[in-house]
T-cell receptor
Framework: DGGITQSPKYLFRKEGQNVTLSCEQN?????MYWYRQDPGQGLRLIYY???????QKGDIAEGYSVSREKKESFPLTVTSAQKNPTAFYLC???????????????FGPGTRLTVL | AQKVTQAQTEISVVEKEDVTLDCVYE???????LFWYKQPPSGELVFLIR??????QNEISGRYSWNFQKSTSSFNFTITASQVVDSAVYFC??????????????FGKGITLSVRP
């Protein structure tokens, strides 16, 4: 079945460590996104990528980094510079047809990161 | 700048009651898209509906219905005869029509719906 997978589901890290969250999709979507969700808050955009080898900062990119070497993969690294990394992280993808057309974003199951 | 307001934070109903979730949005664009997503306890966001700004027709899908009113900048969601499985957090979101991944979503803070047996 087509879909978006994120791993791991739960992740624990010590302060000062970098950690990478995985996001893979087999929907053949061009665009991929990373969001952060805090309790009682909506989703906030961290980074997004329209095509391979291209990505743009979202609203809260500081302390995060991404890469887009393959169409189906968009890993997110939470660096030690991120001051409050404990949150729920959601990856999404969309066909991104362009031309002023807004596609629907489809989401993965999420990774819950806890910094100890 | 875009903004989505979901003034209700938590709603609790008894099974079989009807419930309406409110969404008010702000945008300067004439072309935009509105979305509703459901987030069950498992965490994954499930897409429910997308509506563009030129289509003000109400939509019904089973027990779900949506009322889009540009005059009041609202896109409300009604669940008829609610069920326990409807318990979730519901998000309303807005996107400008800039094309591709540049059409970023702005989310409301979500409404936690609890349906009691």
């Amino acid at each position: 079945d087509g879909g978006i997978t994120q791993s791991p589901k739960y992740l624990f890290r010590k302060e000062g460590q970098n950690v990478t969250l995985s996001c893979e999709q087999n929907l053949n979507h061009d665009a991929m996104y990373w969001y952060r969700q805090d309790p009682g808050q909506g989703l906030r955009l961290i980074y997004y990528s329209q095509i391979v080898n291209d990505f743009q900062k979202g609203d809260i990119a500081e302390g995060y980094s991404v890469s887009r070497e393959k169409k189906e993969s968009f890993p997110l690294t939470v660096t030690s510079a991120q001051k409050n990394p404990t949150a729920f992280y959601l990856c999404a993808s969309s066909p991104a047809q362009g031309g002023g057309y807004t596609d629907t974003q489809y989401f993965g199951p999420g990774t819950r990161l806890t910094v100890l | 700048a875009q903004k989505v307001t979901q003034a209700q934070t938590e709603i609790s109903v008894v099974e079989k009651e009807d419930v309406t979730l409110d969404c008010v949005y702000e945008t300067r664009d004439t072309t935009y898209y509105l979305f509703w997503y459901k987030q069950p306890p498992s965490g994954e966001l499930v897409f429910l509906i997308r509506r563009n700004s030129f289509d003000e027709q109400n939509e019904i899908s089973g027990r779900y219905s949506w009322n889009f009113q540009k005059s009041t900048s609202s896109f409300n969601f009604t669940i008829t005869a609610s069920q326990v499985v409807d318990s979730a957090v519901y998000f309303c979101a807005l996107s400008e029509a800039k094309g591709g991944a540049n059409s970023k979503l702005t989310f409301g803070k979500g409404i936690t719906l609890s349906v009691r047996p």
